[in-house]
Structure formats: C-alpha cells, structure tokens
T-cell receptor, first 116, second 110 residues
Framework: NAGVTQTPKFQVLKTGQSMTLQCAQD?????MSWYRQDPGMGLRLIHY???????DQGEVPNGYNVSRSTTEDFPLRLLSAAPSQTSVYFC???????????????FGEGSRLTVL | GIQVEQSPPDLILQEGANSTLRCNFS?????LQWFHQNPWGQLINLFY???GTKQNGRLSATTVATERYSLLYISSSQTTDSGVYFC????????????FGTGTRLKVLA
C-alpha cells in the first residue's frame, strides 16, 4: 500500500520563486491536510480539505494556496517563496466518518524545503 | 480552542528503563492519537485511542476521556525508541482541525 505520497522529498528555492508540493493518497480518504514543522517545533496546520472542492485555512495559511479537484490529490502551492517558509512540510489524510478507525490520521514522509 | 499539553517536554532514559508520557487536553474529544517521530523525521502511528487501553508490544496507551488525559507507556526502552512523541486530538468544534501537542523528546542511551 502506498498510503500518503509526497513529492518532492527535498527542494531548494530562491526567494520569490514559486513551486508546488504534491500530495496523493490512495485510501479514499475525505480529509487531507498540510502541516509545517520548523526545527525543534511541533506541527502547525496550514490548510485542510474535507472533500473535493472544499478547502479551509488552518493556523498558518499565509503564503500558501491549496485546491482539491480530486479525492486523491491535495497540492500545496507557494506563490512567492520567502526564507520564513523554510521548513519540513507534511501531508496527512484520514477518513471522516464510518469504520472502526474513523478519523485516524496518516502522514506522508515529508518534504524538506529550503528557501535561500 | 482546545489546548493540548504534553509532559515531560524532554526525557532521557537508560536502555531498559520504563517511562510514562502524558497528554492533557482542555475539552472533550472523541479522537486521540499518539505518534512517534523518529530521528529521520518520519511520523509513525502508534495508537488511535479515543478511550480505553491498547497495547502493542512494549508500548501501551490509556485514554481517560472523562478526565481529559491520555498516557503512553514505554517499557524496557530501546535506543530505537528515541525521537519525539506527539499526541493529537480532533478539535471538537466541528472544523476538522487536528490539534497537536508540543511533544515529548525522548532520548534512550545505550
């Protein structure tokens, strides 16, 4: 089982460049989300989605855009990268309702982004 | 919003020792998980435990939802247990936000 797949695993950008972090899941999960983790810190929610066409902001949404055109994919876009966005980014997904593990969150392996 | 606090923030153990990590939350929840972030940064699911007790090998977890806390027990610790342990709850506000604690950083010495 692939689970949650993130690409790329590593990326270096220059200030002002744009890029998209890809996230795909093959578990038919309704819920998908993006977190960032700064060194020595916990996880902070950037954006999340409860289904195709539905997205909402988390704690730290500024500088990031998302869309959810399919159940499987939830890309995170940085429109104009800044050094403050240097971080490790995690995508996660879960079911929302039904089943014995309803709501159990599963993570991808992370994407390490450096903005120079 | 709901607050999630973990203790202790840091823990150093000798291999073979036992430990208890605690997660307190400020509101009623029906969804709680424990994760282990290994030294390579991977987040590994340990337990999905909104209530009751579960065991998996040397690890076990107990959640007492009515008293708003969960405990993670590690017995006979090994160096591979090192890393950061996070608990996370689903916000009861209906906004589908998972709130993470700040973590317990565990180092197990050989």
């Amino acid at each position: 089982n692939a689970g949650v797949t993130q690409t790329p695993k590593f990326q270096v950008l220059k200030t002002g460049q744009s890029m998209t972090l890809q996230c795909a899941q093959d578990m038919n999960h309704e819920y998908m989300s993006w977190y960032r983790q700064d060194p020595g810190m916990g996880l902070r929610l950037i954006h999340y989605s409860v289904g195709a066409g539905i997205t909402d902001q988390g704690e730290v949404p500024n500088g990031y855009n998302v869309s959810r055109s399919t159940t499987e994919d939830f890309p995170l876009r940085l429109l104009s990268a800044a050094p403050s966005q240097t971080s490790v980014y995690f995508c996660a997904s879960s079911q929302l309702a039904g089943g014995p593990s309803s709501g159990e969150l599963f993570f991808g392996e992370g994407s390490r982004l450096t903005v120079l | 919003g709901i607050q999630v606090e973990q203790s202790p923030p840091d823990l150093i153990l000798q291999e073979g020792a036992n430990s208890t990590l605690r997660c307190n939350f400020s509101d009623s929840v029906n969804n709680l998980q424990w994760f282990h972030q290994n030294p390579w940064g991977q987040l590994i699911n340990l337990f999905y435990i909104p209530s009751g007790t579960k065991q998996n090998g040397r690890l076990s977890a107990t959640t007492v939802a009515t008293e708003r806390y969960s405990l993670l027990y590690i017995s006979s610790s090994q160096t591979t247990d090192s890393g950061v342990y996070f608990c996370a709850v689903l916000s009861p506000s209906g906004t589908y936000k998972y709130i993470f604690g700040t973590g317990t950083r565990l180092k197990v010495l050989a």
